[in-house]
């Protein structure tokens, strides 16, 4: 008798824990928190380690000696946001900041590492920086870009981090989208652009001119990764020209052509490759199907990163940052279900020490795993992407909310991500799909989505959900889409075209017009207007193509819910036109719940508004997907 008590209270034990695993329900802003720490570098002799910490609510700079284990507070920002910084050298960094104004307003400091001599090289400026090589020449010169002369161009400089100086190294004659130099800093590859095709330049030193190499159209992939250094006048590149899949091949800048294939198959995408400088060689190359992994060039470094991948069994890594000689590295670890933590690895002892979470709220056991899937779309493509099912319930019958990506371009990749997490720990199924035009399937592929944004694009995501439908995962009557920028186009056209298969939708920042959308892209990407020509229409001559696939121009139509949201700030979006599509769909009946928010770059302000939209929409998706 008590051994059958004894059954039965374990019995009842089971499904008591069950019942609570099943009811537990993470708080939003456990998925939202901004990092305590991040984007940490290692010095380049490896005896000291960088990183952003949360202070007086928002990111300052501090530096730890690594021998030592002590802690020096560099900024002490308020009311400006630490953008980026980089070492120049053993001792001294340089930080970029910017305000929350609209104008973005911007300074650039050079600093010791013990805090001393800080320098103010730039001050309140409005234009834009990037660094082209933030290597040391000459104990005082960085190689930057700057658009301060035009707006609409950035031209090439060599900024004294010492005085503030910037003297020009090449000036933009108007069309060139990308600047290059070589391991020593020196200024060689200009890539120029008319909007369609891509040419690009070459110089040996700075005292000759730039010459034309070869020109590409837009739909070829031609990437410089660096020059070899032991080979004159060759660059290594990520190409597809002339192949399906991008390769990593050696060109011959003196001949115009490819002088070998150092790595290419038919079936992978290299999406990166990495180079030594100090071995001056290519290591490896990354390829991308449904995970990444690693191709290596170079057996020493494989069996130095096989050292790391026992460290680190069923987990992803990647190097963040390491020291000049290849021995002190800074390691970020994640998986589907963990966004991981940041390691710094000693090489030469097999040694890792942990530096912090990601996000320590986030619990492994708690998350959904994220499946790779495929399916053929209407017209016979294969269409991939990732289901994520939320834990403790059958996989049958569930709620589906859809993420169509951003694009242009782009794609999903498998990884931990909050969005996704958000949703399957509320019970819903979570479907992401890589449509026709997503980067990282080959050119034809990407190819297939050109001008396809209303049309054969749409179908690829209605055709998820109805693959979904037929595997009796979803429940036909609780579908859900929601998208960022042109995911949320997406969303909106699926919604009001296919009111049978979406019982709601939302947008946040998405492109309502696509007249405004090419009306609103920055000065300094003028030259790549006819690119966008091609893949998403010409307002000139594709007029009324655009209104068709444009969904303001459709508020009559709307029937289902909508969540609507948008970033007040982003020069990006038009807030009267979004204003005054909502005013249409209300007149309209159409239930639409509104929300404005401004992106803070200010990690804590971001976070807060983070909880508010993400209160909204669980109500939103919760009020409009309850079960039927």
Known sequence: MLKKIAVLFLIVLFYACNQKKELKVIPINDFFKAKDKAYYHVSPDGKSLSFLKLQDNTSNLF???????????????????????????????????QDESKERKSDLFVINKDGSNQIQIISNEQTKLKILEDKLIDGKYIIVASNKRDSTVFDAYRLNVRDGKMVMVAKNPGNISQWMTDNNGILKIAVSSDGVNETLLYRENETTAFKPV?????????????????????????????????ALVAFDLKAGKEKKVLFSTDSLNVIDAKYSKVKNKMLFVTCETWK?????????TKVKYAKIDKLFPRTEWRIMDKDKTDNVFVIRTFTDRSPGSYYLYNASKNKLKKLSDINSSI????????????????????INGY????????????????????????????????????????????????????????????????????????EDVNDGVRWLIDKKI????????????????????????NPDIYACGGSNSGVINLFSYLKTVPPYLKTYLQMYYEIV?????????????????????????????????????????GVQFVKELKKRNVKVDYIEKEEATNPIKRQEERLALYKALEAFLHQNLASQ
Request: positive net charge; hydrophobic residues 35%.
């Open 63 to 97: 530096i730890d000696d690594l021998a030592t284990g002590k802690s020096t507070q560099l900024t002490h920002l308020k009311d400006k946001t630490l953008i980026f910084y980089f070492w120049t050298g053993d001792n001294e960094l340089v930080y970029y900041t």
């Open 214 to 246: 070869m020109t590409n159209n837009f739909k070829n992939t031609f990437s410089p990764v660096a020059f070899a250094e032991n080979e004159k006048d060759v660059l290594y590149a990520i190409s597809d020209i002339n192949r399906d899949k991008n």
């Open 292 to 300: 990444k992994e690693k191709f290596y060039l170079d057996e020493p």
């Open 363 to 382: 619990k492994d056991d708690d998350m959904s795993e994220m499946k790779p899937i495929s399916y053929k779309s209407s017209d016979g493509l294969t």
């Open 387 to 458: 289901l994520t099912l939320p834990k403790n319930k059958k996989s049958t019958n569930l709620p589906v909310v859809v993420l169509p990506h951003n694009g242009p371009g782009g794609r999903n990749v498998w990884g931990y991500n909050a969005d996704v997490q958000f949703l399957a720990n509320r019970g819903y199924a979570v479907l992401q799909v890589n449509y026709r035009g997503s980067s990282g399937y080959g050119k034809a592929f990407y190819a297939a989505g050109l001008k396809q944004w209303s049309d054969k694009i749409q």
């Open 474 to 497: 979803a429940n036909p009557k609780r579908v859900a889409i929601y998208g960022n920028g042109i995911g949320g186009f997406i969303a909106l056209n699926c919604m009001y075209r």
């Open 537 to 577: 229409g010409n307002p000139n001559t594709d007029t009324e193509f655009m209104r068709y696939a444009s969904p303001v121009f459709h508020a009559d139509k709307f029937k289902k819910p909508i969540f609507f949201a948008q970033n007040t700030k982003d020069p990006r979006v038009n807030v009267a036109e």
